[in-house]
């Protein structure tokens, strides 16, 4: 069974503070997606990342997969109200039975205060 | 051009009782998967199908939850006998092809059994 760990779980900051959201396995994936959910609605596709060591920048928003495809980081800089939410990673199968198959991580709760 | 829709948006049954929960894709999309999540917490994976055929159905709890997509569009969702246990928010995602391409998700049906 893949499972992907995402850290922190929950995380509270003051607007204009800079934070990093983890996300790591012990299996490859072909690739990694950064999902956000607001309340009562459901995920919504930020980015995927597909390379070993790529690095994708989203406006504020900084994501990088690891060179051994096993882990991804997303950077928030200069965060804003607006950014509050549930910040998902999911990792897709690399093939084999599973292949098609997304394992999400557990999420991190970001609040932003103003 | 209307997104991932699902119906009901919010059920509650009794215990014991038989429910069907239901997954309008993307006009045109390929995969189409099923998920349940908790509060605050990563979508679980349940099932996805290709077209018509269930690909994988490895999370699907017991033998009460069963999911068909006969025409390779609109799916079901159903759990018979009902517990408690079962009560949690459904989420029905879709994507344009297989092997863990960008899904979006509808907005879930709140199952409640009482």
């Known amino acids: 069974t893949q499972l992907l760990e995402q850290s922190p779980q929950f995380l509270s900051i003051q607007e204009g503070e800079n934070l990093t959201v983890y996300c790591n396995s012990s299996?490859?994936?072909?690739?990694l997606q950064w999902y956000r959910q607001e309340p009562g609605e459901g995920p919504v596709l930020l980015v995927t990342v597909v390379t070993g060591g790529e690095v994708k920048k989203l406006k504020r928003l900084t994501f990088q997969f690891g060179d051994a495809r096993k882990d991804s980081s997303l950077h928030i800089t200069a965060a804003q109200p607006g950014d509050t939410g549930l910040y998902l990673c999911a990792g897709a199968n690399a093939g084999g039975t599973s292949y098609g198959k997304l394992t999400f991580g557990q999420g991190t709760i970001l609040t932003v205060h103003p | 051009g209307a997104g991932v829709s699902q119906s009901p948006r919010y059920k509650v049954t009794k215990r014991g009782q038989d429910v069907a929960l239901r997954c309008d894709p993307i006009s045109g999309h390929v995969s189409l998967y099923w998920y349940r999540q908790a509060l605050g917490q990563g979508p679980e994976f349940l099932t996805y199908?290709?077209?018509?055929?269930?690909?994988?159905k490895s999370g699907l709890p017991n033998d009460r939850f069963s999911a068909e997509r006969p025409e390779g569009s609109i799916s079901t969702l159903t759990i018979q006998r009902t517990e408690q246990r079962d009560s949690a928010m459904y989420r029905c995602?879709?994507?344009?092809?297989?092997?863990?391409?960008?899904?979006?998700f509808g907005p879930g049906t709140r199952l409640t059994v009482t």
């Open positions: 299996s490859v994936f072909s690739s």
């Open positions: 199908f290709n077209y018509e055929a269930q690909q994988d």
């Open positions: 995602a879709s994507s344009s092809r297989g092997g863990g391409h960008e899904q979006y």
